[in-house]
Structures are given as C-alpha cells and as structure tokens.
C-alpha cells in the first residue's frame, strides 16, 4: 500500500464528505482526489519522475494538502518545509536532497527568487494563490497553481502507479539542533505502519473530526492529515495556537473530536478561563512532541473530564514509540506508555546488551515504522540505525535515555546530551521540570546545566510565570527541596518573560542554555 491511497480509497468511499476544513474552505474528498491528480499530471508533464523530491513551502493549507499527494501520486518524495525558514536553510535543503520541483507562494516569491536561481537541480516552480504570474522573471519554469487545478482539460483520474512499498515517500528535516538539518527518509511502508498503528490505539473512525493545530512541516502535524485521510474523516487545519478562543470556538462549532497538542499548547490552555465553554464532541487529547508534565495531566483530565487523554512519546525517525493507555494514567502519571501495536522496544546499555527493569539506559526501536536513514549520511546513519536482535535487521538506537518497570511500561529519563551531571550524580533536567510544574505560578519551566569548577555543573531552572502570578527564587527553590533529593535541587532559578521555542513548539534548550551564558559573560 501506498501513502497516497489514503486519499484515493477515501475518495472512493466517501466521495461527497467534507474531507479537508481550512478557513472559510471547505473540500471534498472527490474534489480533493481531483485537483491532486490534476497537480499530478503536471508535474510528470514537466518531467517530475519517480523519486524526485520536490519540496512544499507553504503554510497549513488546502493546496499544501494537495501537493503533498499530487508529489505521491506523481512517484515523487515530499518534503514540507515550514515557511518560515530563512533563505538560506531553505536553499540548503533543497541543494542538499536535489530537489526537481518546489511549490510556494505567490507572495513570496520575490524574497526567495535569488537564493532559487541557486538551487542547481530546481527545474520547475509551482506558484500558489493570487498574483499574476506570467511577469514574473526566474531561470526556472514558473507555473500557476491555480491554473494547473481549474485546468479541466488536464486528467482528473491518478496516474498510472510508479511505486512500491519500500520506495522513499517523504523527506523529514529535523530543525538542525545539532548542526546541519538531516533529512529523515522515509518510505510508503514506514508511513503506512505508523499511521496504522497509531489509528488503532486511537481508535480513528471515519466520524472524527480532528482538528491540527502544528505545522505540516512538523511530522506530528503532518500525520493528522495522513491519518484523518486513511480513516475517511475529516480535518481542520488552523495555522497555529495564536488566537486561542477562536480555536476554541472553532472546536465546539465544528464538533471537534480529536485534539492534538504540544506541552506549549497544554501551558496556554491551563491559562485561560475555559468555564465559559462546553465540549461534548471532543472525544481524544493527544500529546507528543516532548513529554507532557505530570501535574498538565492532572489539570486537564480535570478540565476535559469527559476526554480521554493519550500520553505519548516518538521522535521523527521513527514518527511514534509509544503510548499510554488512558486508564493507566492514574496508576502510572509519569510514564510515556509501552510500545505501539506491531512494534518491540527495549532498553540496552552502552554495549547495547538489555538491561534489567527500571535500569535506566537508551531506548531502542524495532519495527517497520523505522526510517531508512538519514539522506547520503551514512556515518550518521550508522550511528542510530544498528544490527538488531535477529540477523540481517537493523533497529533504532534513539538517543533518548528509559527506564522499563517489570511490565514494559517506559519512562523517560532525559536526552542523552542532556543529562546534567553534577556532584557525581546524573541528573533528569525532565524530573525537576515535573517538579517546577507542580508549583502553581509556573507557566513553562527549562532545567540546564552550567559549567562549575566544584560540582562540574550546576543546575539552573529558568522559568515563565502565569499572568498574575508572583514567585521569588527562595520559593521556588524550597519547593524543590520538598520533593527532590538534595543533589537534584536547582542551585539558581531564573525568571523570564518567554522560553525560546523551535519550530515544532518545544522548548529550544541549547537557545535557553545560550541566553544564559550570555547573561553571566
């Protein structure tokens, strides 16, 4: 099975149901199965082949949807770049994986024009929205968008298919953190296994209405399309969490069933005054992304008491890990869950033999979820994807530190570049973040570690406040030594006004740390 017959076979089922909401537009399935074979159609008649990659700079749009499947349909590799990249990152993606093709924007095409006349494999510019493009200059083939989709002289039946399960679908960067973005291969197989097993812990019918609020660019975004469109629902895209009452708004007019957030978009809800409103439709609220904290559990389960809440970890290169069953988040508020259906994890140490329970040491995936490898990074490759259990396979070493209780159920301990270390001790910054949470006041909460000559580092809490509240560090801090051992107590709290974010919406630790050592140079 291919990506791309999410869209096909719901559009065979489910014709004449609302399939994709965005504004005051609302799209079918068969008109969106129509306008992407149209888009399909013309980028083979400009000599898109199978495997080209052609890249998505847009924003959270109908016609970002449609050229997602109109490159699948096409053979293609997708990659969705957030629109607001700069120049520079963008040209270094689309050099890095040779792109053929890219659709963006009208409007900004004149900021990006120079930096495309760079891109040395870019052959053909697809242009999206109003403007009248045939004054535009470019050394590369400019095409309207618009025209290409209205164009009902161009076919509206799927193109003949190029493509076999194991061929490459879709490019994911990663926000370049450690340096460089790396682009995440990977295949129809690795999308189809996780988009399947991640709607059967769900429990995705063609009745949900699930409503994104990340860009597509972030792949937790991303598969809210890919995994409303397998099950026939439908899906709202809203372009952020910036107008919060009006999504609100929009959850209880549309009949919302399922809500995907981030810990940044959990912090913002706890915030607001939510008496005023009633969800009966709301059926699911999912978290991923970095782990949400125990005590925005608790507030929401009191909040949404009729929701059924999913905590879940995963990371890009493997889209999903693990999840946890809702009726163990009293039992168990601080673990991430066990693995998904049709996927094994466990933990080894650093000569990457199994440890024993609650023995903490790096997670490893085995599955068909898991990435081919980074695009022509074959040492970085080398690094994450190993030899496995059985012969001739190789799983995933994730770089993200568990333990495992007796049942299989993980718990996450910290990156492994993140651990502080300090008197001697190994420290989880996400341990004393659960413990920041905890003390009403505090909005959102960064645990680092500073260089020290005695303790070899020290632990710093930088922290924001919620509207109104007051705090001083002696409060904060014997708040800490109340709950957490000795050697874990923050020696210094920091308060800001905003914690620097990625693009996916988690906290940007390497800017926190940076701020810092700003601040004390």
Known sequence: MQVESFLEQSAKCYPSKTALICGDRRMTYRELEEQANRLAHSMLSEGIQRGDRVAVYLDNTVEAVVSIFAILK????????????????????????????????????????????????????????????????????????????????????????KCINIDLAALIYTSGSTGRPKGVMLTHLNIVSAATSITSYLENTPDDIIINLLPLAF??????????????????????????????????????????????????????????????????????????????????????PHVTIFSMYGLTEC??????PPDQLDIRPTSVGRGMPNEEVYVVDENGQRVPPN?????????????????????????????????????????????????????????KDDIIKTRGEKVSPKEVEDVLYALPGIAEAAVIGMADEVLGQSIRAVVTLREGAQLTEKEVLRHCAERLENFMVPQSVDFVPSLPKTGTGKINKRLVAAAQMGEEA
């Open 319 to 324: 889209k999903r890990v693990s999840y946890l």
């Open 359 to 415: 023995v903490v040491g790096e997670l490893v995936v085995r599955g068909a979820n898991v990435m081919k490898g980074y695009w022509e990074l074959p040492a970085e490759t080398a690094e994450r994807l190993r030899p496995g259990p059985l012969p001739n396979e190789m799983v995933l070493y994730t770089g993200d530190l568990f333990r495992m209780d007796e049942e299989g159920y993980l718990y996450f301990f910290g990156r």
């Open 74 to 161: 096409a053979g293609a590799v997708f990659l969705v770049v957030n629109p607001t990249t700069k120049t520079d990152k963008l040209l270094y993606i689309l050099n890095n994986c040779r792109a053929k093709g890219i659709v963006l924007p009208v409007a900004k095409f004149g900021e990006v024009q120079e930096k495309l006349g760079q891109a040395a494999h870019l052959q053909c510019v697809w242009l999206a929205g109003e403007g009248d493009v045939s004054g535009l200059e470019s050394s590369k083939r400019l095409l309207g968008l618009s025209r290409v989709l209205e164009d009902l002289r161009v076919p509206a039946l799927p193109p003949r298919k």
């Open 219 to 304: 792949d937790y975004g991303l598969y809210q399309v890919l995994m409303a469109f397998k099950m026939g629902a439908a899906i709202i895209l809203e372009k952020s969490f910036a107008y919060p009452h009006a999504v609100l708004q929009t959850i209880i007019r549309e009949k919302v069933t399922g809500l995907p957030i981030v810990p940044t978009i959990s912090a913002i809800l706890l915030q607001l005054d939510l008496a005023a409103y009633k969800f009966p439709s709301l059926r699911y609220i999912s978290n991923t992304a970095a782990a949400l904290p125990t005590d925005h559990i608790q507030k929401l389960r009191k909040l949404f």
